[in-house]
């Protein structure tokens, strides 16, 4: 059986590219392999979020989990943190992760951009923290979006140097899983690059339907094609990429004729993608305020998942260090 291994930030409401690019894959390998579903608050912390509100992001990530159909009888699911052990598998991972390397990878370079004023050694080291709770379970498979792909390729790396520094058949190498298909890359509303949280132009599981409604109407798009087989711009792409995730595939063939015959009226192609996405949309966020408040059940599905987390980093975590030659007296 496969091992999956999955996680995302604890930055607050999960928006319509988490949901797309990890989330629905999460819940689809949950009944047919040994999954582990985490949320990294640890990762969050490389952008310094407010103490007093941490938790309640955590809490936040974890009813969202829930109400979108993650079952913690099937699946394995906690908080990163309560699981010490991948900080000390990081920093021993961190011994065979060059800095010239991490220095060159995408999102560290993005975010230096970004947030001059706070490149941190956390976020330097991100990828090791993150190959550390991929490898503590030996996972095979990794559903992330996208912009995951190059950290999956490094931890990879960080795989195969151990083993052949170390002279063993250790870990083996994971990959970023969207089910023999390309990753996900989930578009804004504003035209060009990828939803998410700091971008500003996301669609969230918490957002009513009228939120949904007024955003995707305010979507941009452009003058129209003038002439038959016209090449789409970026946001009319976009567009369509979103009806391509939320809709039955003869309204997308639809509406690609309709653009392709020059006749296409976006403000049609918007509601209907609105009514579409809320469809998705509100029968998760009519679950997530009945289980935030559930504060029984969110303690027990934690306490569980982080026992069961433990056990298989515990176990992980022994034989590495047995392997590097740290040892008791
Ligand atoms: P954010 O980018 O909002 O801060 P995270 O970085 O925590 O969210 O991402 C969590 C998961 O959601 C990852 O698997 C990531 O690949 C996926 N994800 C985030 N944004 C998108 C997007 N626009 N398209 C596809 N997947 C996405
Ligand atoms: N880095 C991921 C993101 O920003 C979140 C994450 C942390 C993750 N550890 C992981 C995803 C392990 C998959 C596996 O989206």
Avoid: W
């Amino acid at each position: 059986m496969d091992t999956v291994v999955s996680g995302i930030r604890s930055t607050g409401q999960l928006h319509l590219g988490n949901y797309f690019g990890a989330l629905r894959n999460f819940i689809k390998m949950q009944h047919d392999a040994r999954c582990f579903f985490f949320i990294a608050d640890y990762h969050s912390l490389t952008t310094h979020p407010d103490p007093r509100i941490l938790h309640d992001n955590v809490r936040n990530v974890l009813a969202e989990y829930l109400a979108a159909g993650l079952d913690p009888s099937v699946a394995t699911i906690y908080v990163q943190s309560d699981v010490p052990q991948v900080a000390e598998l990081s920093m021993l991972l961190s011994m065979h992760a060059p800095v010239g390397e991490l220095e060159r990878t995408a999102s560290f370079k993005d975010k230096i951009r970004k947030h001059a004023d706070n490149v941190n050694a956390g976020l330097l080291t991100y990828p090791v923290l993150m190959a550390a709770d991929i490898l503590q379970h030996k996972a095979d498979k990794v559903p992330v979006g996208k912009d995951q792909e190059q950290h999956l390729e490094m931890t990879r790396v960080y795989a195969r140097r151990f083993n052949s520094f170390y002279g063993v058949e250790y870990f083996s190498e994971p990959a970023a899983y969207n089910f023999g298909t390309e990753l996900v890359k989930v578009p804004g509303l504003d035209g060009s690059g990828k939803m998410g949280k700091s971008e500003g132009n996301g669609l969230y599981l918490s957002d009513s339907d009228a939120d949904i409604r007024k955003k995707v109407m305010r979507a941009v798009s452009d003058s129209g094609p003038t002439a038959p087989g016209e090449p789409m711009s970026e946001p009319v792409a976009n567009l369509f990429t979103l009806l391509k995730l939320v809709s039955a595939p003869s309204t997308v063939e639809h509406f690609a004729a309709s653009y392709n015959a020059c006749e296409i009226r976006y403000g049609d192609l918007k509601k209907q993608l609105a009514e579409d996405i809320v469809a998705v949309v509100a029968p998760i966020r009519e679950r997530i305020e009945a289980v935030k408040a559930d504060e029984a059940f969110l303690r027990r599905v934690t306490a569980d998942g982080a026992e069961k987390a433990r056990e298989s980093s515990a176990k992980t975590l022994a034989q590495v260090r047995e392997i590097m030659g740290i040892r008791r007296f």
